[in-house]
């Protein structure tokens, strides 16, 4: 399979280069700017890029990758903070111009190689503190900005290239094009990276492996497809277990059952933990507490489960590649299988090495590989749940009656929302229960009866959140439904608090 290999110089945008590349079925890999020669060697890359970065070339500690690179005679692409280095490194000057964010109009002054294709101009998205001043000898202008004469620069002979915008987000017109330009006709990388053949590789990979693999499964996407791949490449030698904590969504325990046992055949054990965890949590309000009670039940229950059902040699989890490259200057993906750990806090004498067979993958591709191997839609479209489950969403103390409450008039907001065509454009949906209760009136009888608060919340990757506007007449529905049909309600109210200050989950 052709590689193209991008150099992590600490831009926000680094993953989304790899992102867009794979987009058009060129695998792209995110790595640490400082990768050395022989590893650079050992992935065998089609071409580089530099990503942008938060430094400057001239700064005592700027990033700088080894010098060899340069004299690899790869196709070497440097964008923004990458786009200075070339400039540098190849015997041009950069300088301090003024900051520069936002939209300008680029104008292409050669359209061959890079810029073939994208017309006369384009919208370009700048982000930058220095720019290239002169450009190196050897080199030519192929396109400028009002404010950045060498906003693009080719070499006459070799095949590298600098672009002081940004190609890879989607306020660049053509940024694709560009990219594509550079990875198909400049590196002829082939589009070889497929899920088809990602699933075919990675089977072959993981039945080499020996002895038993243990999965938790927790019904979400992750966990799921996971699983899927390691059940068809060792079969039953692959143990998935789910623990039911009592703290699901409606029906959610035997749904997930189903799925496994019946459409899979997949050797699944359901631990129904729910009194467990339900009695140790009696009382407690305080909703930190609650996290560590539940955190700690889970590993309790299942090392129970390790200890009893195996020996398992290897623990199997569902992570992505965005969990595994660190913010910032990346320390680059570790390999996709990884020898020994202590994740999640299970005890080192369980002696576990860890298979993480998404962990090159984006979420995206991960939705794809579910579609492949048939998980049902309803699975993998939806929202994200919290690992501890209605813990977080109950206010306060965890009652039966409370549990109740929360799971039904949840699944009535997800009805609802599935029933206005809503369900997909929203972040998170539910409806949550504390200890505060309000009069209403049923039949002629005055009765004091608990407050619903309905959560619907808009996000994009849950560190920010905005109230979603819903509809009135689709909030009204909600609210009679929730209180026609649950007879404990009264009331119901919706939250309109975005995050920050407050949070999604209510605990
Ligand atoms: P908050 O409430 O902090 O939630 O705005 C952000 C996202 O994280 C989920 N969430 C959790 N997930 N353990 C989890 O696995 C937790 O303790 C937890 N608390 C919140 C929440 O559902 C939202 O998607």
Same mark, same amino acid.
């Given at each position: 399979m052709d590689k193209i290999l991008v150099l992590d110089f600490g831009s926000q945008y680094s993953h989304l280069i790899c992102r867009r590349i794979r987009e058009f079925s060129v695998y792209a890999e995110l790595v640490p700017f400082d990768i050395s020669l022989e590893e650079i060697r050992k992935h065998n890359p089609k071409g580089i890029i530099f990503s942008g970065g938060p430094s400057s070339v001239y700064n005592s500690d700027a990033p700088i990758p080894e010098d060899a690179i340069f004299e690899m005679n790869l196709p070497l692409l440097g964008i923004c903070y990458g786009h200075q280095l070339i400039v540098n490194k190849f015997g041009g000057k950069v300088k301090r111009a003024n900051k520069e964010y936002g939209s300008s109009l680029l104008t292409i002054d050669n359209d061959k190689d890079l810029l073939s294709g994208v017309g006369e101009s384009v919208r370009a998205w700048m982000s930058h503190g220095d720019e290239a001043e002169e450009i190196p000898p050897g080199f030519q202008v192929i396109g400028h900005t009002e404010s950045a004469k060498a906003a693009a620069i080719a070499s006459d002979e070799k095949s590298v290239f600098g672009i002081q915008?940004?190609?890879?987000?989607?306020?660049?017109?053509?940024?694709?094009?560009?990219?594509?330009?550079?990875?198909?006709?400049?590196?002829?990388?082939?589009?070889?990276?497929?899920?088809?053949?990602?699933?075919?590789?990675?089977?072959?990979?993981?039945s080499k492996i020996e002895g038993n693999v243990l999965c938790g499964v927790s019904g979400g996407i992750d966990s799921t497809v996971a699983a899927?791949?390691?059940?068809?490449?060792?079969?039953?030698?692959?143990?998935?277990?789910?623990?039911?904590?009592?703290? !699901?969504?409606? &029906? *959610?325990?035997? +749904? @997930?059952?189903?799925?496994f046992k019946n459409n899979f055949k997949v050797n699944f054990s359901s631990i129904n933990a729910g009194e467990s965890f339900l009695s140790k949590l009696k009382g407690v309000e305080d909703p930190e507490e609650k996290r560590k009670i539940v955190g700690e039940e889970f590993i309790s229950v299942f090392t129970d489960f390790a200890e009893k059902n195996g020996p398992f040699k290897w623990l199997a989890q569902g992570t992505l590649y965005p969990d595994v490259i660190e913010s910032g200057v990346s320390k680059g993906p570790a390999a996709v299988i990884k020898s020994h750990h202590n994740v999640?806090?299970?005890?080192?004498?369980?002696?576990?090495?860890?298979?993480?067979?998404?962990?090159? !993958?984006?979420? &995206? *591709?991960?939705? +794809? @590989?579910?579609?492949?191997?048939?998980?049902?839609?309803?699975?993998?479209?939806?929202h994200p749940f919290p690992g501890p489950g209605l813990a977080v969403r109950i206010i306060g103390e965890i009652t039966p009656i409370k549990l109740d409450i929360t799971k039904r008039a949840s699944k009535i907001v997800e009805e609802e929302l599935i029933e206005a065509g809503l369900y997909g454009s929203v972040w998170q949906a539910y409806a949550s229960v504390g200890d505060d209760k309000a009069?209403?009136?049923?039949?002629?009888?005055?009765?004091?009866?608990?407050?619903?608060?309905?959560?619907?919340?808009?996000?994009i990757d849950a560190m920010t959140a905005d109230w979603t506007r819903l509809p009135h007449g689709l909030l009204e529905k909600m609210s009679n439904r929730i209180t026609n049909e649950i007879e404990d309600v009264t009331w119901v109210t919706y939250a309109i608090s975005s995050k920050p200050p407050a949070t999604i989950e209510p605990q």
């Amino acid at each position: 399979m052709d590689k193209i290999l991008v150099l992590d110089f600490g831009s926000q945008y680094s993953h989304l280069i790899c992102r867009r590349i794979r987009e058009f079925s060129v695998y792209a890999e995110l790595v640490p700017f400082d990768i050395s020669l022989e590893e650079i060697r050992k992935h065998n890359p089609k071409g580089i890029i530099f990503s942008g970065g938060p430094s400057s070339v001239y700064n005592s500690d700027a990033p700088i990758p080894e010098d060899a690179i340069f004299e690899m005679n790869l196709p070497l692409l440097g964008i923004c903070y990458g786009h200075q280095l070339i400039v540098n490194k190849f015997g041009g000057k950069v300088k301090r111009a003024n900051k520069e964010y936002g939209s300008s109009l680029l104008t292409i002054d050669n359209d061959k190689d890079l810029l073939s294709g994208v017309g006369e101009s384009v919208r370009a998205w700048m982000s930058h503190g220095d720019e290239a001043e002169e450009i190196p000898p050897g080199f030519q202008v192929i396109g400028h900005t009002e404010s950045a004469k060498a906003a693009a620069i080719a070499s006459d002979e070799k095949s590298v290239f600098g672009i002081q915008f940004h190609p890879e987000v989607v306020h660049t017109e053509q940024g694709t094009e560009i990219l594509k330009n550079f990875v198909l006709k400049v590196c002829g990388a082939s589009q070889d990276w497929t899920m088809e053949g990602f699933i075919e590789t990675e089977v072959e990979k993981i039945s080499k492996i020996e002895g038993n693999v243990l999965c938790g499964v927790s019904g979400g996407i992750d966990s799921t497809v996971a699983a899927l791949l390691i059940h068809k490449a060792i079969g039953d030698r692959l143990k998935c277990v789910f623990v039911n904590n009592g703290l !699901l969504r409606m &029906d *959610e325990e035997k +749904e @997930i059952e189903e799925m496994f046992k019946n459409n899979f055949k997949v050797n699944f054990s359901s631990i129904n933990a729910g009194e467990s965890f339900l009695s140790k949590l009696k009382g407690v309000e305080d909703p930190e507490e609650k996290r560590k009670i539940v955190g700690e039940e889970f590993i309790s229950v299942f090392t129970d489960f390790a200890e009893k059902n195996g020996p398992f040699k290897w623990l199997a989890q569902g992570t992505l590649y965005p969990d595994v490259i660190e913010s910032g200057v990346s320390k680059g993906p570790a390999a996709v299988i990884k020898s020994h750990h202590n994740v999640g806090g299970l005890p080192d004498w369980l002696n576990l090495e860890i298979l993480e067979p998404l962990k090159e !993958l984006y979420k &995206d *591709e991960v939705r +794809e @590989i579910a579609k492949i191997l048939n998980v049902p839609q309803n699975i993998f479209m939806r929202h994200p749940f919290p690992g501890p489950g209605l813990a977080v969403r109950i206010i306060g103390e965890i009652t039966p009656i409370k549990l109740d409450i929360t799971k039904r008039a949840s699944k009535i907001v997800e009805e609802e929302l599935i029933e206005a065509g809503l369900y997909g454009s929203v972040w998170q949906a539910y409806a949550s229960v504390g200890d505060d209760k309000a009069v209403g009136v049923v039949g002629d009888e005055r009765k004091h009866g608990n407050i619903v608060m309905i959560r619907v919340v808009d996000s994009i990757d849950a560190m920010t959140a905005d109230w979603t506007r819903l509809p009135h007449g689709l909030l009204e529905k909600m609210s009679n439904r929730i209180t026609n049909e649950i007879e404990d309600v009264t009331w119901v109210t919706y939250a309109i608090s975005s995050k920050p200050p407050a949070t999604i989950e209510p605990q």
